[in-house]
């Protein structure tokens, strides 16, 4: 017996909805008056590449043949190859695809490497697959993807709902279809086949040392600083550890099924221990818990960290953050007229472009890695790591206070500003 998943209509025919893409594009429009003769280009930002569609039916341990629905995208390949993760979660949308990979196009501009953007997804929650089912779901996605991803064309990694091991069935069924091992074909693997030292940490760290870099420039003391974290996966855990280790209060935690809050600080290492027991912060008696999610974000804090997913502050709740600074761990997870209410607050919110770019700078060192098959040790990876992303930084800041615009303005301007300045030196 055949299976459908719940949406009738493909994601892509829904028109009255632009959502995230919505979002970046409002991004883009922002920045045109500060391009100069090269905002004659600005269209080639708003129109993806290539958009690829692809129905993925697998068998279910109970004989059931399900359909999910799944989705690679290359917005633009004028600066390298596409790079972008691969997402398994239900809410995934045709949309949000779409303006990830724009994100990714940006954000892979203003830190300088070579890479163009592109982003993938399947609209599933991986929580109620098996392992077996998981690994068929991976092996026809990729498969199905097959035709226009490549070593030099556009290389996947992991994400929301994705891990290494989903990297390392991607990697297999990839080289499998080309009768030879490709390492680079996806990053953010295991060290044994591949993988870098240091890149399951990177994003986080990236967070971290953004942090920091804003934290000195308005005189706050890392040290007992309050900071709450939504999201507790690869990014918000890694981030919470590193400033947790530096001194400040984790006060509170929100994840897909609640929140924790302890205004004396909560214990970062207990709680990643019990969340990889666990699966969940639910539970954990290290601080009250609060039912109302939305409560999360007028908590009292000095640093508030969305590392969850995107659409996240919105007008709804943006005049109830308290924190002096915001640091974009996920991916868009501030609206544009969200943006506006804080800039008007006085918060200073570090860019998704910048904030979160350690990931898929480490991805760029094992993808390098790989083409030259030797390795670095972590040490040396932190070390580049760190020089790249301060030096995007510092030129962030530096333009933003003389253009007097916010950060994430001045990372556009950046961003596109390479983009479209390699269009504008290759032509048409």
Not at 357 to 364: D, E, F, L, R, T
Request: hydrophobic share 40%.
């Amino acid at each position: 017996m055949s299976k459908f998943t719940e949406n009738p209509i493909p994601s892509y025919l829904i028109q009255n909805n632009l959502g995230p893409w919505g979002v970046y594009l409002q991004q883009i429009d922002r920045v045109i008056p500060y391009l100069g003769s090269l905002s004659r280009w600005i269209e080639i930002l708003k129109h993806p590449k290539k958009i690829l569609i692809v129905d993925i039916p697998i068998e279910h341990d109970n004989g059931d043949i399900i359909h999910y629905e799944g989705y690679r995208v290359q917005h633009n390949i004028l600066r390298g190859p596409g790079k972008g993760g691969v997402r398994f979660h239900p809410d995934v949308t045709l949309s949000e695809i779409i303006a990830l990979s724009g994100w990714m196009t940006i954000k892979n501009a203003t830190v300088n490497i070579p890479y163009g953007g592109a982003k993938g997804g399947i609209r599933v929650n991986p929580r109620n697959l098996s392992n077996n089912e998981l690994m068929r779901l991976t092996r026809r996605y990729t498969n199905e993807i097959s035709s226009i991803i490549g070593l030099n064309k556009d290389i996947p990694a992991p994400d929301v709902g994705t891990d290494m091991q989903i990297m390392a069935w991607m990697m297999d069924t990839y080289s499998t279809k080309k009768n030879h091992t490709i390492s680079g074909i996806v990053t953010g693997k295991p060290i044994s086949i591949g993988g870098s030292f240091g890149r399951q940490k990177a994003t986080g760290r990236g967070v971290f040392i953004i942090g920091n870099k804003i934290a000195s420039q308005i005189n706050l003391n890392i040290i007992n600083s309050k900071i709450a974290i939504q999201g507790f996966g690869n990014v918000g855990s890694i981030a919470a550890n590193l400033f947790f280790k530096a001194g400040a209060k984790i006060v509170a935690i929100q994840d897909y099924k609640t929140t924790i809050y302890n205004p004396n600080g909560l214990e970062i290492p207990k709680l990643q221990k019990y969340v990889t027991y666990k699966g969940s912060i639910q539970d954990f008696n290290g601080g009250e818990k609060i039912n109302n999610p939305q409560e999360f974000w007028s908590l009292p804090c000095d640093i508030l960290i969305p590392a969850a997913i995107e659409g996240q502050i919105t007008i709804n709740n943006a005049n109830n953050i308290t924190a002096k600074i915001i640091l974009e761990g996920a991916n868009g997870p501030t609206t544009t007229e969200a943006d506006d209410i804080l800039k008007d607050k006085g918060i200073i919110l570090a860019p998704d472009v910048i904030t979160n770019a350690g990931g898929v700078i480490v991805s760029y060192f094992e993808w390098v890695q790989n083409l030259s098959n030797f390795s670095w040790t972590e040490k040396e990876i932190n070390l580049r790591l760190d020089r790249i992303i301060c030096d995007a930084f510092k030129a962030i800041w530096e333009l933003a206070n003389e253009k007097k615009v916010s950060l994430r303005t001045a990372a556009f301007i950046i961003g596109c500003t390479r983009v479209l300045n390699a269009q504008k030196i290759r032509g048409l």
